[in-house]
């Protein structure tokens, strides 16, 4: 009986918590984390580039996580304020935990990162078992990937964020660790940058196989007439210049193992059996 009443006890205070949690996010990430845990309600502010999912819409926007609004967030009385710890203004941040708001930091730079960042969410906001069961679907979409690419020869890719400047994925950032689990060897990695900027030249020489281009919006089969001068490059000559949908692949969060497989088709479509995925 004493057990019953103390896990009865245990449980109405794990409500009253979630009750009265008042959560702002700052980054899209965390935002997705906190809804795919189904934390979702407990959430009253966004940063501004937060878009998925469609109920994220509706709520206060408090800036972006490199320049977070302080007057906004303490606007909607937060418990919790949760973002990047590599990249959130510290100064903001700092700020923040003077003042005696709950801080989390989690960091996204590689996929065991992203994975730590929804077990410390799920374990802060008293979801712990549906965030192994998130990383453990993960997983599974990665390793699912793994095994379509297994016999896959490695080529050449370039990934770009921007046109002006031309800004490449490079070293150090979980979107070069998804192109080298798709078999690709990205030829902005050799910078050392994680988001360097590249020259016409330098892409000509180094004659990529593959370029995928988020300049070139959601339809991966869309035509770059930006690349069609440049026929000496492979990728532009053999027709493997394909566009990306941002969202998800760009968004360092729960859906970052359909994001590989995007991205995987794109390279290796022969191990899908199909050209590519547009992510709708």
């Not at 977070?68 to 303490?74: G, S």
């Not at 370029?211 to 007439?225: A, C, E, F, K, Q």
């Not at 022969?270 to 547009?278: K, L, M, T, Y």
Request: aromatic share 6%.
């Amino acid at each position: 009986m004493s057990a019953i009443i103390a896990c009865t006890l245990s449980f109405a205070a794990s409500a009253d918590a979630a009750a009265t949690r008042r959560i702002v996010s700052l980054a899209p990430s965390v935002t997705e984390t906190l809804f795919a845990l189904g934390a979702g309600p407990e959430v009253v502010g966004v940063s501004q580039y937060c878009d998925y999912p469609a109920e994220v819409r509706k709520l206060p926007r408090v800036g972006s996580f490199l320049t977070p609004n302080l007057e906004a967030i303490i606007a909607l009385r937060p418990t919790l304020v949760i973002g990047l710890g590599l990249s959130s203004d510290q100064r903001e941040i700092r700020a923040l935990n003077s003042m005696g708001y709950p801080v989390l930091l989690v960091s996204d730079a590689s996929l065991g990162e992203i994975e730590k960042s929804i077990d410390a969410v799920g374990a802060r906001v008293g979801r712990e078992h549906e965030a192994r069961d998130l990383v453990a679907r993960i997983r599974a979409q990665v390793a699912l990937v793994s095994d379509r690419l297994a016999s896959s020869r490695i080529v050449r890719a370039l990934m770009l964020v921007g046109h002006q400047p031309i800004v490449a994925v490079g070293r150090g950032t979980f979107l070069n660790q998804l192109l080298q689990l798709a078999r690709a060897d990205n030829i902005a990695a050799v910078s050392g940058q994680e988001w360097p900027q590249l020259s016409l030249e330098y892409i000509i020489a180094m004659r990529p196989e593959v370029i995928l281009d988020g300049s070139m919006g959601n339809d991966p089969r869309s035509p770059s007439h930006f690349w069609e001068k440049y026929q000496t490059i492979p990728a532009v000559s053999g027709h493997r210049v394909f566009g990306y949908p941002q969202d998800p692949i760009l968004h360092s969060g729960p859906r970052v193992g359909r994001s590989l497989e995007m991205i995987a088709r794109m390279i290796h479509p022969e191990a899908f059996g199909s050209v590519a995925e547009n992510g709708k």
